[in-house]
């Protein structure tokens, strides 16, 4: 599958079959992971595979109220949970803080996750990021250690149906020339 192409079928996934994800998938995964790009190559990403089905359930009942991907942790054959290392990404040795946020870690989770679900949905699987959680206590469940924190999950499994692509704006909604609200001009 070519780049465009799957970045453009890759869809939300929340209901899965029960077939089970081989090592050799899994490690796929986490490869796809490993080679993300990150700030100064600072890799602060820590995972989390979860297979254990308690683990699983206790995990899905620390998301938000009604969150419809709630079934998806609980059937999911692998549940990823991403952690930032803290206080790495976005700093240098002599300065301190690098950028204007002490969260670049975000930027660099979102590129790892991505990377993670394009993979996935190359390899035939679904995935779902999942942010609206109750992150301290996924902290506490997980056993998280001080200065580690968790991000998102991301359940991954073989999925039960495939939805249709939502609605997407047009690229002059969104893009500009030269300065803000100017328009593009293409060709």
Request: aromatic share 6%; proline share 6%; glycine share 8%.
């Amino acid at each position: 599958m070519d780049t465009l192409n799957c970045i453009k079928t890759r869809r939300s996934i929340r209901r899965f079959t029960d077939q089970p994800i081989s090592d050799e998938t899994l490690q796929q995964l986490l490869e796809a992971v490993r080679w993300a790009p990150s700030w100064a190559n600072s890799q602060c990403w820590r995972l989390i595979v979860v297979k254990d089905p308690e683990i699983k359930n206790s995990l899905s009942n620390l998301l938000s109220p009604h969150n419809p991907a709630t079934k998806g942790v609980q059937q999911a054959p692998i549940v990823i949970v991403l952690c930032a290392q803290l206080g790495i990404s976005g700093y240098t040795m002599e300065k301190g803080r690098a950028g204007r946020k002490d969260d670049w870690f975000m930027f660099d989770l979102g590129i790892a996750a991505q990377n993670l679900c394009l993979a996935a949905h190359a390899l035939g699987l679904g995935t779902v990021h999942v942010g609206s959680i109750k992150h301290e206590e996924v902290d506490q469940l997980l056993g998280l250690p001080e200065g580690v924190v968790a991000v998102e999950i991301i359940p991954v499994g073989y999925p039960a149906k495939v939805g249709n692509p939502p609605p997407r704006k047009d690229i002059t909604e969104f893009v500009f020339q030269d300065r803000y609200g100017q328009s593009l001009t293409l060709g």
